[in-house]
């Protein structure tokens, strides 16, 4: 276990932001992990959980403490015909486990390659990129219960797995710690199911292609709207995409001819939370230290020792105009830590 006091997480956060931590531990091991728990109730200190540190916003100092799981970062697999069972730590790289899977032969993440952050925090968010979800692979999630200290394993079903949505983010964010996830993976099938821009990033017979191939395509097609978090502070999409009732569409419909829509179940519409950015501002706008990326309106930039306050004050800016405009609100996709 390592313990550090008054430590700057700045580095362990993809939006750059300069807050620091009352005191900072890397658990090892799930008794560690324990310890520290027991160690904080007794202090009366609140309790931050951090992976990769790529959806959040830090809006200030932490006064309690924050948990960094460094040291669970096992992999195992057990074959079951044509499938395999990845059982993987909370503390891998989430961009190395995908990149593992793919040259083990194992397919199912592909489309995953290149999202920051770690194996544990891909089902609070249900991460998903071209495509594909995490809870499409994913069986289930050992857990830490914070009320018992005990672990058990939480099957799918019990995780209300939705988009950029789960049980961990919504209904109880502060009592489960994920120490590993179980995915169920199928060997290498010829007709793979890829999205069209990945397609075109591989060329001619794009299903002939290693799964290695493809997360290499994934990445250079993600890296084009994505910058790099040491370049640019950001953590990823700012807003997840709205979903509107049928009213909302029909007035939108009796305004614009043409905009980017999808049909979602029970006769709702999911929009693109970029095109309605971009339609209420310019290209790059940016009031001081924080604006929006040139080619993604949905990536909120840290152009540089920006705070966590103006990152908000920022996005709440957005979400105004937006509103204005469209009568359509944004939700913030980040969680704010404060």
Known sequence: MKISFQQSLQRFNTFGVDVRAHMLCKADSYNELRKILKFAEHRALPVFFLGGGSNILLARDYGGVVILLEGLMDIDLCSMGSHWLVRAGAGVNWDGFVQYCAQSGLQGLEALAGIPGTVGAAPIQNIGA????????LIGVEVLDRLTLTRYWLPRHALELRYRDSVFKSRHPQRWVILSVLFQLRERETC???????REELGDHP???SLTEITSAVRRVRNRRLPEPGHLGNAGSFFVNPVVDADCMERLL???SQFPAYAQAGGRWKLSAGW???QGVAVGFRVSRVG??????????NHGGATGAEIIAFGGLLQR???AKFH????REPVCVE
């Open 130 to 137: 071209y495509g594909t979800e995490v809870a499409d692979c």
């Open 192 to 198: 793979a199911q890829l999205d069209a821009k990945v």
């Open 207 to 209: 299903q002939a292609r």
């Open 254 to 256: 009796a305004r614009y």
């Open 276 to 278: 309605l950015i971009q």
């Open 292 to 301: 929006i990326h040139t080619h993604n309106p949905l990536l909120v930039i």
């Open 321 to 323: 105009l937006v509103f």
């Open 328 to 331: 359509v609100e944004l939700v």
